[in-house]
């Protein structure tokens, strides 16, 4: 995941309450949490369905550095 650069949001969950983008609900199952997973290929990170496990989207470098500021208590 990037050089462990974002191992330590791995398995941290986030709640799933946007209409569009990478925090939408899921599209199978309408859940409104996921966890982070680590990245394959060119993607740095994605996030997993807590509900039904499928894939639910890739997130973006600067979701990823905003989640990291969160969980490392930066973030206001």
């Given at each position: 995941?990037?050089?462990?650069?974002?191992?330590?949001l791995v398995g941290t969950c986030v709640a799933l309450s946007g209409n569009e983008?990478?925090?939408?609900?899921?599209r199978?199952?309408?859940?409104?949490s996921?966890?982070?997973v680590s990245g394959v290929g060119p993607h740095l990170g994605g996030l997993t369905?807590?509900?039904?496990?499928?894939?639910?989207s890739w997130?973006?470098?600067?979701?990823?550095?905003?989640?990291?500021a969160k969980v490392?208590?930066?973030a206001a």
């Open positions: 995941m990037a050089q462990d650069r974002y191992a330590l983008g990478p925090f939408r609900a899921c199978y199952c309408n859940s409104t996921a966890r982070v369905c807590n509900s039904c496990n499928r894939h639910h997130i973006s470098k600067p979701h990823l550095e905003a989640l990291l490392r208590g930066d």
